[in-house]
């Protein structure tokens, strides 16, 4: 996989989800495959965004199945599958951040002014200029704790509400609040003074 094979958007629903993990946690690896077979893009794209490379975002999402498979035993019905597994996966990522110093990739449009970013498909000349902004935007996130990345990520990639955020990443709501609130304050004055310098 490659950064343009990594499509956003929030995971569709499993219609046999229940079922799926019910078997799983019996032991039953044709059910446990299957949940692979569903969730491996998005534990792919989450790992990827965090971790901004195709290789490590591979290790992580094969580490994060064979965490999710050892504590299946562990997995509470009442909670969302989803969140349970998007949960163990960005711990993971988060990990690898506080060991590593590794830039961070850029965000979609959604969290940038509007305008900032070409929608559509770009021809040549677009591809470089999205190449360059992405690698200005990266810049700029670089200055966020893995634990705000995580947020942001989960936020305006996988468009998830805060109480799902505060799930997965275990931090109350007010929590999620607080670290989304400064992060876009952190990247908006980064921005202001990247515009600032490029004026002088």
Known sequence: MGESDVPAGRAIGVPD??????????????????????????????AYRMLGSPTEAEEAAQETFLRVYTNLHRYDPERSFRSWLLSIASHYCIDCLRRRRINWLSLDEEILPAGTLSSGRPGPEGAVTRREQEKWIQGLLGGLSPMDRAAVTLRYWYDCSYEEIGEVLELTVSAVKSRLHRARRALAEAMEGESAHAMR
């Not at 946690?25 to 989450?46: M, R």
């Open 17 to 46: 989800e229940g079922q799926w993990v019910r078997l799983a946690t019996q032991g039953d690896q044709e059910a446990f495959g299957k949940l692979v077979l569903a969730y491996q893009t998005p534990v792919y794209n989450l």
